[in-house]
């Protein structure tokens, strides 16, 4: 079982380094250019794209779940329609986002309320990269198929030509052609677009055969499409709660100041460099559960759930103890000693962020194994609302280090509420 778990975990772990590490890359761009400002509107513009894109991630998540159930069934024809339905339903989901541009940046940039000329960074930033809203969308789909077919390989792959053609693209439209800050989204925008056709490229080499029995006309009028549809639907829900927290971390930093704000989105870039290294552990229990309940293996389901915990909990304690001390992490995302001295203030919250999201990340690679949606979504539901009423209660003397407390119980109690869901699920 750990060989089966760490086959999957650890090329997508390889390909989740590079999502974080082109954000870091990114922001360091941002910091090493002008500072707190630039830092600060690389944050906006990168969770105004998050608010959309992430509340797609079921394009991902769900056809992983539902493609590892054929797999396991060894069911080719139900994996490729999947494949053309979500594939398809993400097509037309980027042409309606690229056409809703200009209400999409108002709304958002309403809600986060950023100072006037974060505003403006980050909406030159917006215009640039939205274009690439098709391409993204559809790749997400295509990860997630190919890992549901067990190939966390070739999402790897996909992840890693595509990040670092990203970070090479910015860095270069950045500096030797002068672009500044607009180069980090050309360099983003030409990723996508070319990272699609390695994409596409990459399913037909591999799985030609299946593709080839696709059947085309009753796919793409979604028939028999209940399922998915229902299970990306709560999964839709769900990512919508997260993106309200996640935007309300940026949002009160940016009232709080520029200098908040870029503290923040630097604690962000902790949480999220620790979550897609245990993603790759999720990403195992997507893939694997599937499989084992395609093919109606109870015993061999509950023994991985256990063994992806027990991977999770060496990630855990590896990265609290590197979080401890974070102080290389900051200097080498910012050279503003203000920024950096400031963010030292909440090594605390940085340190307990692994150990409260364990539970969380783990059983959302299971549930999306077990296509259980609706329970990842009474669990961010619970503790959603859980957050929100924390942080209208916490004194206000305790300035922003209310925000995090907030936060690490929020990711606690996802994780508490889909233990006991799970439990109960069992004993069903």
């Known amino acids: 079982m750990n060989r089966e778990i760490l086959r999957i975990a650890l ?57 590892a159930q054929a797999y396991g069934a060894g069911n080719h024809t139900a994996a490729a329609t999947l494949l053309a339905q979500t594939s398809a339903l993400a097509a037309l989901i980027g042409i309606g986002i690229m056409a809703l541009q200009v209400p999409l940046l108002w709304v958002t940039m309403r809600v986060i309320g950023a100072s006037t000329e974060v505003e403006s960074l980050a909406s030159a930033y917006y215009r640039i990269v939205i274009w690439g809203a098709v391409p993204t969308l559809v790749m997400m789909s295509i990860k997630g198929w190919l890992l549901g077919m067990q190939d966390s390989r070739g999402a790897m792959e996909v992840s890693i030509v595509v990040n670092v053609l990203n970070i090479v693209a910015s860095l270069v439209a950045a500096y030797p052609l002068g672009l500044g800050f607009e180069g980090i989204a050309y360099g983003t925008l030409a990723a996508q677009w070319l990272g699609l056709v390695y994409a596409a490229a ?71 460099l620790y979550a897609y290294f245990l993603d790759g552990i999720a990403f195992a229990g997507e893939a694997l559960v599937g499989k084992y309940v395609g093919r109606g293996n109870t015993e061999r389901l509950r023994l991985c ?83 929100f009423a924390l942080y209208a209660i916490l004194p206000a003397s305790m300035g922003n ?27 069903c």
């Open 11 to 67: 090329p997508a772990i390889v390909a989740n380094i590079t999502i974080p590490l082109l954000g870091l890359v990114d922001t360091a761009i941002a910091g090493h250019l002008a500072g707190a400002t630039l830092i600060g509107a690389m944050a906006v513009a990168s969770m105004v794209f998050n608010l959309i894109y992430w509340n797609f991630g079921f394009l991902r998540m769900g056809t992983s779940g539902l493609t």
């Open 202 to 272: 990459i399913v037909w080499l591999r799985f030609r055969r299946i593709v080839r029995i696709t059947p085309w006309r009753e796919a793409l009028r979604f028939k028999g499409a209940g399922q998915l549809l229902r299970l990306n639907g709560n999964i839709f829900a769900r990512s919508t709660l997260l993106m309200i927290v996640n935007l309300a971390v940026v949002a009160i930093g940016a009232r709080s100041g520029d200098l908040i704000l870029a503290v923040n989105a630097l604690i962000q870039h902790l949480n999220t």
């Open 305 to 387: 759930v256990r063994r992806l915990f027990l991977w999770g909990v060496i990630l855990a304690v590896g990265f609290t103890l590197l979080y401890t001390f974070p102080q290389l992490i900051f200097s080498l995302l910012t050279d503003d000693p203000t920024v950096r001295a400031a963010a030292l203030d909440y090594r605390l919250w940085c340190a307990l962020l692994p150990a409260a999201g364990l539970a969380a990340f783990v059983w959302d690679g299971v549930f999306i194994g077990l296509a259980y949606g609706r329970g990842m979504l009474i669990a961010v539901t619970a503790a959603c609302a859980l957050f």
């Open 401 to 427: 280090h209310r925000l995090w407390l907030a936060f690490v119980i929020y990711l606690a109690a996802r994780g508490i509420v889909q233990t006991w869901l799970y439990r109960r699920k069992q004993l």
